[in-house]
């Protein structure tokens, strides 16, 4: 256990966030202990100078010690001075659990933030591109080839969503049934066998808010620029109430100016001509084949109903009946994996072409069955996890897919990043909105979360519908409600 000593007491969590990187166990103390090992972080001014000294503490003797120092310009405000002492405590913490440990985590001394939205700062400021990457790579201390990364995504987000129109939003329709639960998921996921009587009652209601939330939109006068159906796994409906449902959206908003409509069709064990026909008749122009892994063994450990074959079968259909724009999920770390495998796995994803590759790293979360499960699998170390995002990111290169879109989250293997890839002109609208919040989204359906972005102030807020299918069904109204008081609240005009 590594006790920590700061005397910056309002910098404890993102000090925190950062040894997490290093450390498994540590905790914020009062007093350098006697025995064990310490971390002392001070703060001080010195000649003009404003300055973090780390020393790394064992017995009560400091083995180690770095500091960190900045410039104080005349003009400095009060916001800017915490924001850059903030950047020199977690740099100082960076360089020196980094030099204790050996290691030198990738991203640098960002743990929350997303890399891409300090690069479009930058942009915005007109500082050019290798200036950019000097500045991540200095002040944030990005390795160069993730400063690289993050700096050619943000440049593709500015062809398409940059500057931010305040005029448009995107529609996101929850479709929380799936097939089984997969062992790493946490996203809204009812199971067919418990919730299967209720999905036609969802339909019908889910059709009823949609009608209303297009209303909303209508006498909000904003623009429909994507429309994005998720879930859960929207092809575990029949035919039939995929139809019903697309049509509906269809019918009640104003498509003159959508430029892209998805539907994750998902897991291949429930999809099928009747379905995929149903997508094609109704214009759907992105949809989701998501293999996750094409070995079969952690296919089945991962609790998904479906070979790689299926996946190849599944995909090869969609292709004949005409679909060219298809995207495919991996996830890097499934348990029991080794970079071997991923490598596999791409081999054969190659050979399918995919217009776009959305790569993520594994997450343990809280909601998922596996982190009750942990001692029951083996999972990636961080040598192996780094590795597989290499792979990964050389095969992308290969199938002519460049990144255009990244996120970052908490507890990811290794922290490491999720990322799109995609053949230029075949980025998803959508998904790159969802990652900036530059743009309002529009939510309906159980577990969707409605985000307002006020441009103006900075900020973004959240309505989200309820996650529980029988609550959605029961307090309808009120989800609508709660959407249209957000938008008509202060005359709000959302620029
Ligand atoms: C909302 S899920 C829905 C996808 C669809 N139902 C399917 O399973 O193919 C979107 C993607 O998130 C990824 N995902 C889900 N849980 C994850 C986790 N714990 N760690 C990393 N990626 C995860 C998977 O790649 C998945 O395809
Ligand atoms: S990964 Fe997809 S299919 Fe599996 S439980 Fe999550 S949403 Fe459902």
């Known amino acids: 256990m590594l006790q920590v000593i700061i005397d910056r007491s309002e910098f404890e969590y993102e000090a925190g966030e950062l040894i997490k990187l290093f450390e498994a166990e540590f905790a914020f103390s009062g007093e350098i202990p006697e025995t064990g090992r310490a971390l002392k972080l001070e703060s001080f001014e010195d000649s003009g100078f404003i300055c973090c000294k780390g020393s790394y503490i064992q017995n009560a003797a400091i083995q180690q010690s770095h500091t960190e120092q900045i410039e104080l310009a005349d003009t400095i405000d009060s916001r800017t001075l ?34 891409t939205k300090i690069v479009q700062e930058l942009l915005d400021s007109g500082m050019t591109e290798e200036d950019i990457m000097h500045n991540l790579e200095e002040k944030y201390r990005l390795s160069p080839e993730k400063a690289k990364m993050a700096t050619a995504i943000a440049i593709t ?31 809204p996921s009812n199971t067919l066998k418990q919730w299967g009587h209720l999905k036609a009652e969802y339909v019908r209601t889910l059709i009823y808010e949609i009608e209303q939330t297009a209303k909303i939109v209508s006498r909000w006068g904003k623009t429909l620029e994507s429309v994005y159906i998720g879930g859960g796994t929207p092809t575990t409906l029949s035919s039939g109430e995929l139809r019903e449902i697309i049509t509906a959206i269809r019918g009640s908003f104003d498509f003159s100016g959508v430029k892209e409509f998805t539907v994750e069709a998902g897991r291949v064990d429930t999809i099928d001509e009747d379905k995929l026909m149903a997508l094609r008749e109704l214009d759907i122009d992105r949809i989701s084949i998501n293999p996750q892994t094409m070995n079969d063994a952690t296919l089945k450990r991962i609790g998904r109903r479906h070979t790689s074959s299926d996946v190849e079968a599944s995909f090869k259909m969609a ?74 990111a050389e095969y992308a290169k290969e199938m002519g897919l460049v990144p255009y879109y990244m996120y970052r989250q908490k507890y990811m293997l290794g922290n490491l990043e999720n990322v799109g890839y995609a053949k230029p002109g075949c980025e998803c609208i959508y998904n790159m909105n969802i990652m900036e919040e530059q743009q309002s989204i529009m939510a309906v359906g159980a577990g969707g979360i409605s985000k307002f972005v006020y441009h103006d102030e900075n900020r973004l807020e959240r309505v989200p519908n309820v996650k529980d299918i029988q609550h959605y069904i029961a307090r309808i109204d009120e989800m609508i409600k709660r959407k249209e008081e957000e938008v008509f609240k202060n005359a709000y005009t959302g620029t």
Do not use: Q
């Not at 002492?85 to 743990?111: A, M």
């Open 82 to 115: 915490k924001r850059e002492s903030k950047i020199l405590t977690k740099r100082c913490i960076f360089e020196l659990l980094s030099r204790v440990h050996g290691t030198k985590p990738p991203w640098g001394i960002l743990t929350g933030i997303r890399p």
């Open 319 to 392: 292709r004949n009946m005409g679909f060219s724009n298809i995207n495919m999920d991996i996830i890097l770390g499934l348990p029991g994996e080794k970079p071997s495998d991923v490598e596999a796995t791409l081999e054969r994803i190659a050979e399918l072409s995919p217009e776009s590759l959305t790569v993520h790293t594994m997450a343990i979360k809280r909601a998922s069955n596996l982190r009750g499960e942990l001692s029951e699998h083996s999972l990636a170390d961080y040598e192996d996890m780094e590795s597989m995002v290499d792979i990964s």
């Open 157 to 187: 987000e500015r062809k398409y969503i940059y500057p931010p129109d305040s005029g448009k939003i995107a529609l996101y329709v929850s479709i929380p049934f799936c097939p089984t639960r997969c062992i790493y998921c946490s996203f």
